[in-house]
């Protein structure tokens, strides 16, 4: 009976561990399907199957929810770049042809960061908030790593210095591109990735690189 027993709570601890992500899991396929305004936390606890109460056990509010639905979506991609800027000994070029490789095989080819990317541009005009919370928490932290990696190269003598470590959104300005095509075209006009990917990295290395 002792080991029965046991063997429910440990289960039951172990559901309770997975609830915030079938939460999450819940909040994604809500709000891709109705928009952040149209959806409501009843609609995602029963897709989830639980209460609205046990949704504000773990998240204050409907915009805390879908901000966490965000992180849990790019934060794992975020920590792998960042990593590689910490771990890496070799040249700048080769910091940023791992970054970028690593962007373009598990960030831009991600659907489901592109739906985020697709909900923040349609929701921002009337909720600037969540734009304003996912610049602090995710786009911010991202410049921060690439002009800390410009900067690095600065330092070394392999990147001559210039105003793009100011304004490195010029750097990455063609993942957003890629986001809009796909969003706009999708199949239709197909992009050649890998084509697209060296054609970047070559535009970013020699307008970066010391002479």
């Known amino acids: 009976m002792t080991d029965l027993t046991e ?5 039951r601890r172990r559901r309770k561990a997975e609830r915030p992500k079938e ?3 819940a909040a ?3 709000f ?5 305004a149209s959806t409501t936390l009843d609609q995602i606890a029963e897709r989830a199957g639980v209460t609205k109460g046990t949704i504000y056990v773990y998240f204050d509010s409907k915009e805390h929810l879908f901000i966490s639905m965000v992180r849990e979506v790019m934060q794992a991609s975020l920590d792998t ?10 040249s700048t070029a ?3 042809h791992a970054q970028f490789s690593f962007i373009y095989q598990h960030i831009v080819e991600d659907k489901r960061r592109r739906e985020v990317v697709r909900m923040l541009i349609a929701e921002a005009p009337r909720f600037p908030e969540l734009a304003d919370r996912y610049h602090e928490e995710i786009l911010r932290p991202c410049l921060d790593m690439l002009r800390q990696a410009i900067q690095r190269g600065m330092d070394r003598g392999e990147i001559r210095k210039s105003s793009i470590v ?3 959104q010029v750097v990455i300005a063609p993942i957003a591109l890629v986001d809009l095509w796909m969003m706009m075209f999708d199949k239709r006009q197909p992009l050649d990735l890998k084509a697209y990917f060296n054609a970047h990295l070559d535009m970013v290395l ?4 010391a002479k």
């Open 81 to 90: 770049v960042h990593e590689l800027f910490e771990t890496h000994e070799g």
């Open 94 to 96: 080769d910091l940023l």
């Open 28 to 30: 994604f396929a809500e």
């Open 206 to 209: 020699h307008g970066l690189l």
């Open 32 to 36: 891709s399907r109705n928009g952040y």
């Open 7 to 11: 063997i429910r709570t440990e289960m």
């Open 23 to 25: 939460i999450l899991e």
């Open 166 to 168: 100011d304004s490195p």
